[in-house]
């Protein structure tokens, strides 16, 4: 089939969630189909990036999106005279319009694949094509959740507040113009579902590649806990924060000799401060190759207090052999279970006794990690867990035989 793949984010390297994400969908489907691909791109991507994403499609087309705070202003502003989600406009962008009504002009496809919520309207003008959305999150649901975090002091709360609500009309009318809809997971499906959304949606979790990415060999020079994840995300922000206040001194009453480094691009200045004044503490920012970071970690935090969809960190730890310490709402989704290949504790007291169990149990330690190894070759390998994709590009409902 030939396949128009439109996505918010160049999907290569898969150095974030959304990225690896995007990228083993692609990957499977350039297995089996022509894909022309096209994408948005920013100035931290670069030529390299789209040469490996040419060598896997037909044809790689990307627009240019840059972002400020005036831009984001102006975009408010049209949310609040209009009614539209704000996290919509802010990526509304006539360049990749035209971009589209040129490629449609002079090419016909199969199917037009939305990745994420924010490529959906883009979508939407192939009226002779099966279009499917692939949401990565019940979007709603986390700017919700988010607005739920912040200080009545702070403005955001308030633009949260307004946005989610937008949100959730706008993702239900969305997902019914679509004539497929997946979710990375059944709590993400009954979201879209309580949004007004079709009720066939189908769930497919996001995946990795196993084969690729082997079990790292760990050997810590000392008790050492890691953090990835970027670092501008507000709910890492405030999950990090909530980490370092209530959780970390209570680590380091139990293990005195303990480190931790948190690992992700453009941390906020706040964070990068603690890091200067605490001798435990690392703040690497973006780091290209994390596995020397892994090699010497004995586990890693997901302390995340909002979020939707599913944390691919997460994945990618279980497929690394590194275990791991999660708030419930940080492995949401994720087919784990407690105390077998992951730890899950929401109360700090909880989330720290955690973290000392795996620092200091070497043998709890060693069976978290093989047990998380297991669960993501059986369930997670894009090979897999995107099968149903190809039901859904011949328009077949979840479950529909022959």
């Keep these: ?17 959304p990225k690896v994400k995007t990228y083993y969908v692609l990957k499977y489907l350039a297995e089996k189909h022509d894909v022309t691909l096209v994408s948005f791109v920013r100035e931290t991507d670069k030529p390299e990036h789209v040469a490996h994403l040419r060598e896997l ?69 192939f009226t002779n094509s099966h ?20 200080s009545p002091t702070n403005p955001m709360k308030y633009i949260l507040l307004r946005d989610w609500r937008l949100l959730k009309r706008y993702e239900g009318a969305l997902c019914r ?15 879209l579902e309580a949004a007004g959304a079709r009720k066939d949606i189908t769930v497919i979790p996001i995946a ?12 810590p020079s000392g008790p050492h806990i890691i953090h990835i994840g970027t670092m501008y995300w507000p709910p890492n922000i405030d999950g990090i924060n909530w980490f370092l206040d209530e959780i970390y001194p209570l680590v380091k009453q ?54 939707g969809g599913m944390r691919v960190k997460i994945l990618n730890a279980l497929s690394q052999g590194i275990p ?8 949401e989704g994720i087919a784990v279970t407690h105390n077998d290949d992951i730890l899950v504790a929401d109360a700090p007291a909880d989330f720290a006794e955690a973290c000392v169990q795996l620092v200091t149990d070497a043998e709890l330690n060693a069976r978290i990690t093989a047990s998380g190894r297991r669960t993501v070759e059986n369930t997670y390998d894009y090979h897999q867990a995107c099968r149903p994709l190809d039901a859904i590009y011949v328009g077949k409902k979840p479950g529909e035989k022959k």
């Design 131 to 150: 279009k499917v959305l692939d949401l990565h999150n019940a979007l709603w649901v986390l700017y919700k959740r988010l607005s739920e975090t912040q």
């Design 1 to 17: 089939m030939r396949v128009l793949l439109l996505t918010q984010v160049l999907p290569y390297p898969p150095d974030s969630g």
């Design 57 to 125: 499609c037909q044809r790689v087309i990307t627009v240019p999106i840059t972002r400020s705070p005036v831009r984001d202003l102006l975009f408010l502003g049209k949310s609040l005279l209009t009614g539209q989600p704000w996290m919509m406009l802010r990526d509304e962008r006539p360049e990749m319009r035209a971009a589209l009504a040129e490629l449609a002009a002079e090419t016909t496809f199969d199917v037009v694949h939305a990745d994420q919520l924010n490529m959906g309207q883009y979508a939407l003008p």
């Design 254 to 307: 139990r293990v005195p000799d303990v480190r931790c480094t948190l690992i992700g691009a453009r941390p906020p200045a706040s964070i990068v401060e603690r890091g200067e004044q605490d001798p435990s503490l690392t703040v690497t920012g973006y780091v290209e190759d994390p596995l020397p970071y892994f090699e010497d970690a004995d586990m890693m935090v997901v302390p995340l207090l909002a979020g």
């Design 177 to 191: 113009a679509f004539d497929a809809v997946t979710a990375v997971s059944t709590e993400d499906k009954a979201a």
């Design 208 to 219: 990795v590649d196993t084969a690729e990415q082997t079990q790292v060999n760990r050997h």
């Design 324 to 331: 791991m310490v999660s708030t419930t709402v940080g492995c």
